[in-house]
């Protein structure tokens, strides 16, 4: 082999380590980055395309995305005359949520919490269920505190032994869903 050959060889071994330590530098840096995405980034992403959730205990929901706060996400369906929120928290497996994501926008307001969408719910007045892992209530949101809720029953023809108007507290840990027609 004469040298020149030996000088071009071993230059195509340069370019060829350069290239493969660029794509495995490459590769950690997307790995680094897909790390750091949440569960909100991809549903924000998903803004109008509709999703099946499985939630804990067995309950599921489906609707179109509407809007997607810091710990929970609204899905609308039929027509959006159904509106539901979950806790990003009960969520256990989705659906049709495609690879893309995209970060909550910066502002130096927080996102709406669920305790501010329920207050908004409590004001209008909107009739809710409510399901937890155990039991599902309807009724009217009586007020929002930072950890549970009261919500005042309204009969439902059911044999559930609360009697209408019975005020019953609830754990904003323990929901799994809200659901409630659009408009209250």
């Known amino acids: 082999m004469d040298i020149e050959g030996m000088f071009e060889d071993l230059e195509g071994r340069m370019r060829h380590a350069e290239d493969e330590e660029r794509r495995a530098v490459t590769e950690e840096l997307t790995r680094a980055e897909r790390a750091q995405i949440t569960i909100a980034d991809r549903l924000r992403a998903s803004a109008g395309a ?3 959730l499985r939630l804990r205990a067995g309950h599921r929901a489906a609707g179109t995305v509407e809007e997607v706060g810091g710990q929970w996400v609204r899905l609308a369906r039929g027509r959006g005359s159904l509106r539901i929120w979950v806790p990003l928290a009960g969520i256990e497996m989705i659906e049709g949520l495609p690879q893309r994501a995209r970060p909550a926008p910066a502002s130096r307001l927080s996102p709406a919490s669920l305790q501010h969408e329920l207050r908004a719910l409590s004001r209008d007045r909107a009739l809710v269920r409510i399901e937890t892992a155990s039991a599902q209530a309807i009724g009217t949101i009586a007020g929002v ?12 023809g059911e044999a559930s032994g609360a009697r209408e108007g019975a005020v019953m507290a609830i754990a904003l840990e323990a929901i799994v869903m809200v659901a409630a027609e659009a408009g209250g």
């Not at 809720?149 to 009969?155: A, G, I, M, T």
């Open 50 to 52: 509709p999703l099946a």
């Open 145 to 156: 505190g930072e950890d549970m809720l009261d919500l005042r029953s309204v009969p439902t």
